[in-house]
């Protein structure tokens, strides 16, 4: 579990070097030279990191740390409170947009018949040259329908 200090920690750092975006998710973007921080950052919300990598007309290397979508958006709630005027209008921005969207299947909780999608009542399936996920209870379903009339 994250504590208080690592919070405000981050808070911090992306007050002073933090970008919040939404594009097609929220997002959660880091970028310095110190790649350490940068490391540490990433691990603490759990995202991705990239580095090192050379920047044209810049002697040091440069590091990246991302967290998207959900993740994202939980780590801009609990880090609110901590950042001043100008960075909690940006967070309000990205998450009102983030709200307005419908949500995403990868982050249901529930299929749509209300079995859960935890663990191992969910099958990974391919539709569409894509891999998803059903649950078991749906997928059996499924399964019979198609052999009835396959």
Not at 45 to 53: E, N, Q, T
Not at 94 to 120: A, I, M
Request: net charge positive; aromatic share 10%; with cysteine.
């Amino acid at each position: 579990m994250v504590g208080i200090r690592e919070v405000a920690w981050l808070a911090g750092l992306l007050e002073g070097e933090g970008c919040f975006t939404m594009g097609n998710s929220c997002t959660i973007q880091l970028q310095m030279t110190d790649g350490d921080v940068v490391r540490r950052a990433s691990t603490l919300m759990g995202g991705y990191f990239r580095g090192p990598y050379s920047r044209p007309g810049k002697r040091k290397d440069g590091y990246v740390a991302q967290v998207h979508g959900v993740r994202a958006a939980s780590w801009m709630m609990t880090i609110y409170s901590f950042m001043g005027a100008r960075r909690r209008a940006r967070i309000r921005e990205c998450l009102e947009r983030w709200r307005s969207y419908p949500v995403q299947n990868k982050d249901k909780e529930f299929c749509k018949n209300g079995h859960p999608l935890t663990g191992d009542s969910v099958v990974p399936v391919m539709s569409h040259g894509r891999v998803g996920r059903r649950c078991v209870t749906c997928n059996q379903a499924y399964q019979q329908q198609y052999k009835k009339f396959h």
